[in-house]
C-alpha cells in the first residue's frame, strides 16, 4: 500500500507561481513511475505531468508544457510540481498518484492518489 498526500496548493493571483508537493510513504514508493492530474468543477479529471521512477523521463500536458515542471526527490519520498506563469484556467484541485504502468495520461492506470490540493488562480 502506498500513501500520498499533497500540500502546496494555495490562492495565487495570475502570473505567479506555486510549488506543489506530493510525499509518499508506504510500500516502496520509488518503485512507482508518478502523476500529476487535475480536476475543475465540472469537468473530468485530466493529465497534467509525468515524472518515471527514475526521474529520466517526464511528460506533460500541451496546456502546461513551459510553464510546469515535475520533479522528485528518492531521498525524500517526494515528488513536486513547480507551476510558473499560473492562468486562470489552471484552477482546479490537483492530485497526485502512483503507478506501477506507463499509463502515463490514463487515470485508471494509476493505482493509488493522494487527497487533492485546491489551486486557485485569479485574474
Known amino acids: 500500500q502506498v500513501q500520498l498526500a499533497e500540500s502546496g496548493g494555495g490562492l495565487v493571483q495570475a502570473g505567479g507561481s506555486l510549488r506543489l508537493s506530493c510525499a509518499g510513504s508506504?510500500?516502496?514508493?520509488?518503485?512507482?513511475?508518478m502523476g500529476w492530474f487535475r480536476q475543475a468543477p465540472g469537468k473530468e479529471r485530466e493529465f497534467v505531468a509525468f515524472v518515471s521512477e527514475s526521474g529520466v523521463v517526464t511528460y506533460y500536458a500541451d496546456s502546461v508544457k513551459g510553464r510546469f515542471a515535475i520533479s522528485g526527490d528518492s531521498a525524500k519520498n517526494t515528488v513536486y510540481l513547480q507551476m510558473d506563469s499560473l492562468k486562470p484556467e489552471d484552477t482546479a484541485v490537483y492530485y497526485c498518484?502512483?503507478?506501477?504502468?506507463?499509463?502515463?495520461?490514463?487515470?485508471?492506470?494509476?493505482?493509488?492518489w493522494g487527497q487533492g490540493t485546491q489551486v486557485t488562480v485569479s485574474s
Open positions: 508506504g510500500r516502496t514508493f520509488s518503485n512507482y513511475n
Open positions: 498518484a502512483a503507478s506501477p504502468g506507463w499509463g502515463i495520461r490514463v487515470p485508471g492506470d494509476y493505482d493509488y
